[in-house]
């Protein structure tokens, strides 16, 4: 069940964060931030084309990559499909945060990076304890 969800999960965000781009594509300016260091202000720069193919990229990369590798060797490994899920919403939330800020200004903000991260280890410690 839980190698399903990650699946369907990293196929549906990543299907949403295209629809995204291609929705507000107009309103980018050519030049964007396409990185941002640990302080999560903006330390790098290019053309949004440069933005569009690495969110492209990424996570379709991530979604095919999730795909294979659950299907071959992810039956009855809940570890492999929980850690495949949450790096699908952190990319997400990156790259939607990322195209946010590049559209309006709104700076990222650290609680929806973490979140899905605290969620990772608590769901890794849960499934190594056995409960």
Do not use: C, Y
């Not at 709104?106 to 849960?126: D, M, T, Y």
């Amino acid at each position: 069940m839980i190698v399903n969800l990650a699946i369907s999960t990293a196929w549906i965000l990543a299907s949403a964060l295209l629809f995204r781009l291609l929705s507000v594509w107009d309103q980018l300016p050519e030049r964007v931030a396409v990185h941002f260091g640990r302080s999560l202000q903006p330390d790098g720069w290019g053309r949004k084309s440069i933005m569009a193919w690495l969110i492209v990229l990424l996570v379709v990369g991530h979604a095919i990559f999730t795909t294979w590798l659950l299907l071959t060797h992810g039956q009855g490994n809940g570890m492999i499909a929980t850690i495949q899920l949450v790096t699908a919403t952190v990319f997400f939330s990156v790259f939607w945060q990322m195209i946010t800020f590049n559209i309006k200004g709104k700076p990222l903000k650290a609680v929806w990076i973490i979140l899905p991260v605290l969620l990772i280890v608590g769901l890794i410690a849960a499934l190594l304890s056995g409960t």
